[in-house]
């Protein structure tokens, strides 16, 4: 009786996963009318359809590349980057953030089924188990009608002149509420024919500047200097794009999510310290210029507070393992105190102690953290 009920309460678990299975086996793609031959299926995370992106852009005209983590598509007016494990995209150096990070599923690119919409603006229709994707109706609004080749943070200018590219840096500042925009920080003067250059480095709801999180980046114009500017037809687009409250909201809560999972991680840290709220990462042992022993301390501050001091002691040795002991006493251990400090939460910091009448010494073992002081008066011994 005991073995049937385990039997029959096992099926009972595996019944809606068998029955999810069975309907995300089911969804097809269809794309201007034809029917795709798919080795992995869309499938739903969290709400969100995400299909094999690579197939579905070929199938849209697109020719799609992936090199160094990084899938690139592309077709005449429109270059689309995608990174697997991020939710962020661009097309034509625009950022968007997808409701779900792009995904390797074996051995399939998925991506957000939205995608298509927002950069290439095709048009997404759902019957039954069959989804529709057409491109027919004109290009996106982010189509690039300049003689650039604009790839994530990458610009190619593919003319025969010497350019300058006026570029637009998009920063949110939470504290105002306001967007503040900078033509001056990744615009480029005097940019050669037929090269390549990175206008900037800045990521998309990490980078800050002034208080304000970086939103992304569009270009504006370019000037021919002895000719007429250039205008981006898709720079006012880009623009309502960055100040639009959906993509505002998305910004925040990805820097929350962020956020969250560097706390998580950095109390998991703690745990594995055994709650010592600095972790030793390395201890190396140098000369300075007169030839005396110094070590090199290297911690991470693993809790949520501003540490301003630490106590430290470690043990000095020789080459051959034997204690390297004070030349004033018997013993080979050295304590030290780092002051004055303001190391933040999951910050790193190297401090140097010279290891006075400890000559023979050339490693240091045994390194504790002995006492922490934090800037709100606490201290953990």
Same mark, same amino acid.
């Not at 990070?101 to 759902?126: D, F, H, Y």
């Not at 709650?275 to 110094?294: F, H």
């Given at each position: 009786?005991?073995?049937?009920?385990?039997?029959?309460?096992?099926?009972?678990?595996?019944?809606?996963?068998?029955?999810?299975?069975?309907?995300?086996?089911?969804?097809?793609?269809?794309?201007?009318?034809?029917?795709?031959?798919? @080795?992995?299926?869309?499938?739903?995370?969290?709400?969100?359809?995400?299909?094999?992106?690579?197939?579905?852009?070929?199938?849209?005209?697109?020719?799609?590349?992936?090199? $160094?983590?990084?899938?690139?598509?592309? %077709?005449?007016?429109?270059?689309?980057?995608?990174?697997?494990?991020? !939710?962020?995209?661009?097309?034509?150096?625009? @950022?968007?953030?997808?409701?779900?990070?792009?995904?390797?599923? !074996?051995?399939?690119?998925?991506?957000?089924?939205?995608?298509? @919409?927002?950069?290439?603006?095709?048009?997404?229709?759902?019957?039954?188990?069959?989804?529709?994707? @057409?491109?027919?109706?004109?290009?996106?609004?982010?189509? $690039?009608?300049?003689?650039?080749?604009?790839? #994530? !943070?990458?610009?190619?200018?593919?003319?025969?002149?010497?350019?300058?590219?006026?570029?637009?840096?998009?920063?949110?500042?939470?504290?105002?509420?306001?967007?503040?925009?900078?033509? &001056?920080?990744? +615009?480029?003067? *005097?940019?050669?024919? *037929?090269?390549?250059?990175?206008?900037?480095?800045?990521?998309?709801?990490?980078?800050?500047?002034? #208080?304000?999180?970086?939103?992304?980046?569009?270009?504006?114009?370019?000037?021919?200097?002895?000719?007429?500017?250039?205008? /981006?037809? +898709?720079?006012?687009?880009?623009?309502?794009? &960055?100040?639009?409250?959906?993509?505002?909201?998305?910004?925040?809560?990805?820097?929350?999510?962020?956020?969250?999972?560097?706390?998580?991680?950095?109390? %998991?840290?703690?745990?594995?310290? %055994?709650?010592?709220?600095?972790?030793?990462?390395?201890?190396?042992?140098?000369?300075?210029?007169? #030839?005396?022993?110094?070590?090199?301390?290297?911690?991470?501050?693993?809790?949520?507070?501003?540490?301003?001091?630490?106590?430290? /002691?470690?043990?000095?040795?020789?080459?051959?393992?034997?204690?390297?002991?004070?030349?004033?006493?018997?013993?080979?251990?050295?304590?030290?105190?780092?002051?004055?400090?303001?190391?933040?939460? #999951?910050?790193?910091?190297?401090?140097?102690?010279?290891?006075?009448? &400890?000559?023979?010494?050339?490693?240091?073992?045994?390194?504790?953290?002995?006492?922490?002081?934090?800037?709100? *008066?606490?201290?953990?011994?």
């Amino acid at each position: 009786m005991t073995r049937k009920l385990m039997i029959l309460l096992c099926l009972t678990l595996l019944l809606p996963i068998l029955n999810v299975a069975n309907a995300e086996s089911k969804i097809q793609i269809s794309v201007e009318g034809e029917k795709l031959s798919l @080795s992995q299926p869309p499938i739903v995370v969290k709400g969100t359809t995400l299909v094999p992106i690579t197939p579905v852009l070929k199938k849209l005209g697109l020719s799609v590349e992936a090199k $160094n983590n990084i899938i690139t598509a592309k %077709k005449e007016g429109i270059v689309i980057t995608l990174q697997p494990g991020s !939710k962020v995209a661009t097309v034509n150096g625009i @950022s968007f953030i997808l409701s779900e990070p792009v995904q390797i599923i !074996k051995g399939t690119t998925m991506a957000p089924l939205r995608l298509l @919409s927002e950069t290439l603006g095709s048009n997404i229709t759902s019957n039954g188990n069959t989804i529709s994707i @057409s491109d027919k109706q004109g290009n996106s609004i982010y189509y $690039n009608n300049l003689p650039l080749t604009l790839s #994530g !943070k990458y610009v190619v200018n593919k003319t025969k002149d010497l350019l300058e590219v006026k570029i637009v840096d998009f920063f949110y500042n939470p504290g105002t509420q306001r967007v503040n925009e900078y033509d &001056y920080f990744s +615009s480029i003067i *005097g940019f050669n024919s *037929g090269t390549s250059k990175k206008y900037n480095d800045y990521v998309v709801a990490q980078s800050t500047h002034e #208080g304000g999180i970086y939103l992304g980046s569009a270009i504006k114009l370019i000037d021919h200097y002895d000719e007429p500017d250039i205008k /981006s037809t +898709s720079y006012e687009k880009a623009r309502e794009h &960055y100040r639009s409250k959906e993509y505002l909201a998305q910004v925040i809560k990805l820097v929350q999510t962020q956020i969250d999972t560097f706390n998580a991680n950095l109390k %998991k840290e703690l745990i594995a310290n %055994k709650n010592i709220p600095l972790k030793v990462e390395q201890a190396t042992v140098t000369y300075n210029s007169i #030839g005396n022993p110094e070590v090199n301390l290297t911690i991470k501050n693993l809790t949520s507070k501003t540490i301003i001091a630490y106590e430290m /002691s470690l043990r000095t040795y020789d080459d051959f393992d034997r204690r390297a002991n004070n030349w004033l006493s018997t013993s080979n251990l050295f304590e030290g105190i780092s002051q004055d400090n303001s190391i933040g939460s #999951g910050s790193y910091q190297t401090d140097t102690w010279t290891l006075n009448f &400890y000559d023979l010494a050339t490693q240091v073992k045994s390194v504790k953290i002995t006492a922490v002081r934090f800037s709100d *008066g606490t201290t953990w011994r």
